[in-house]
């Protein structure tokens, strides 16, 4: 069963900037959605952003205009730039296949990355 596997998180001031990975090599050029998902505490999974197949991408409210998700096809990685950080963005961050580009149907989930900002 293959992994996806995220990495980056951390603790930073608000204001401030990650960028997060998600080592995806079994999906490179695959049918999958590849997004972006996370979990604040106490509430449920939310969509954050998606990349398709033919390189469409698509944001929630909260990451437009501050996060920016991209793929590196030679790395088979995943990205989740984020900039201008808030503290209502602290959460666990997971990378996902899903069958759709909304956070929907997703198969493969990573571990998570936990992103705490103060």
């Known amino acids: 069963h293959v992994q996806l596997v995220e990495s980056g998180g951390g603790s930073v001031q608000t204001g401030g900037s990650l960028r997060l990975s998600c080592a995806a090599p079994?999906?490179?050029?695959?049918?999958?959605?590849m997004t972006w998902l996370r979990q604040r505490a106490g509430n449920e999974r939310e969509w954050v952003a998606s990349l398709d197949i033919i390189g469409v991408k698509r944001y929630s409210d909260s990451a437009k205009g501050r996060f920016t998700i991209s793929q590196d096809d030679a790395k088979n990685t995943l990205y989740l730039e984020m900039h201008n950080l808030k503290p209502e963005d602290t959460a666990m961050y997971y990378c996902a296949a899903c069958r759709g580009c909304g956070g929907d149907s997703c198969d493969t989930w990573g571990q998570g990355t936990q992103v705490t900002v103060s």
């Open positions: 079994a999906y490179r050029n695959s049918r999958y959605c």
